[in-house]
């Protein structure tokens, strides 16, 4: 069982910055996979970022050269720092962990989200 915990969601403004961060129960250096998502609603759940164990990144077109993810494995947090945000950017974001792609530990765990919301 992994849990999520997310923070750093509230009120940004257009062409600001917000870091968001997500502390995990368990060593998230045995976690293969951890991306950040949002949803707006009437929305799709949407990846926008992921980083894996070996160190491979992936950006969503819509946040590539703004968003950046990153872990620290001796805090146990992965944490999207949010540059130039754009009002498109309010949404709930979600940490997710997907433990390993192979098993048992094929398993999808979720943050509750974190609200950010972009004004001008």
């Known amino acids: 069982q992994v849990q999520l915990v997310e923070s750093g969601g509230g009120l940004g403004q257009t062409g600001g910055s917000l870091r968001l961060s997500c502390v995990a129960s368990v060593p998230i250096s045995t976690l293969y996979q951890m991306s950040w998502f949002r949803q707006t609603p009437g929305k799709q759940r949407e990846l926008i970022a992921r980083t894996f164990l070996r160190g491979d990144q992936y950006y969503s077109s819509s946040v590539k050269g703004r968003f950046a993810i990153s872990r620290d494995n001796t805090k146990n947090t992965v944490s999207l720092q949010m540059n130039n945000l754009k009002t498109d950017d309010t949404a709930v974001y979600y940490c997710?962990?997907?433990?390993?792609?192979?098993?048992?530990?094929?398993?999808?765990?979720w943050g509750q989200g974190t609200q950010v919301t972009v004004s001008s």
């Open positions: 997710h962990a997907r433990p390993s792609i192979f098993g048992a530990e094929a398993q999808d765990y």
